[in-house]
T-cell receptor
């Protein structure tokens, strides 16, 4: 079945440390991939997206993600985490261009230690 | 610019009651959708619409109805509320109907069914 998987439910990092959040997808073809962030009590905000071309994409707030076709992965990274990055992060993929179904992973909650 | 507006923000219902969750966007977006967010399950698509007068089912449509009489509004109706529908509901919109457009999310409606 087509799916998006985020293996880590909860991650804790120290402020200033680097961050990598994992995302794997299961599709026959390369889907269009997104990372969203959700602060407590808020809706989701787009961090970055991958459609084609350069496999390393830059997003807002200093985040980047790398698409690796061989590993079916689209991991999110940040070199130095700030306390304000504490939130829940969702990886998502479009299933079909005609029906516009966006499929989400289960989410990863990021806690930042001072 | 209001973006995507959801009302109410919080609601408590009794089992069997009906209600409508409102969603309005002021960006002239063609595509609108409803998701529910449950712990550990990410966001799951309930219904979506690619334009006024056109709606279709997502992953979890049972117990919900939608209509799209205008471009701006996309209400979600719970016909007979059940405790399993306790969730946080998000409305989203995007320009066009293809996979290229990121979703703009409302702040959510937190619904409890007793």
């Amino acid at each position: 079945a087509q799916s998006v998987t985020q293996p880590d439910i909860h991650i804790t990092v120290s402020e200033g440390a680097s961050l990598e959040l994992r995302c794997n997808y299961s599709y026959g073809a390369t889907p269009y991939l997104f990372w969203y962030v959700q602060s407590p009590g808020q809706g989701l905000q787009l961090l970055l997206k991958y459609f084609s071309g350069d496999t390393l994409v830059q997003g807002i707030k200093g985040f980047e993600a790398e698409f690796k076709r061989s590993q079916s992965s689209f991991n999110l990274r940040k070199p130095s985490v700030h306390w304000s990055d504490a939130a829940e992060y969702f990886c998502a993929a479009w299933v079909s261009s005609n029906t516009g179904k966006l499929i989400f992973g289960q989410g990863t909650t990021l806690q930042v230690k001072p | 610019n209001a973006g995507v507006t959801q009302t109410p923000k919080f609601q408590v219902l009794k089992t069997g009651q009906s209600m409508t969750l409102q969603c309005a966007q002021d960006m002239n977006h063609e595509y609108m959708s409803w998701y529910r967010q449950d712990p550990g399950m990410g966001l799951r698509l309930i219904h979506y619409s690619v334009g006024a007068g056109i709606t279709d089912q997502g992953e979890v449509p049972n117990g919900y109805n939608v209509s799209r009489s205008t471009t701006e509004d996309f209400p979600l109706r719970l016909l007979s509320a059940a405790p399993s529908q306790t969730s946080v509901y998000f409305c989203a919109s995007s320009s066009g109907t293809g996979m290229y457009q990121p979703q703009h999310f409302g702040d959510g409606t937190r619904l409890s069914i007793l």
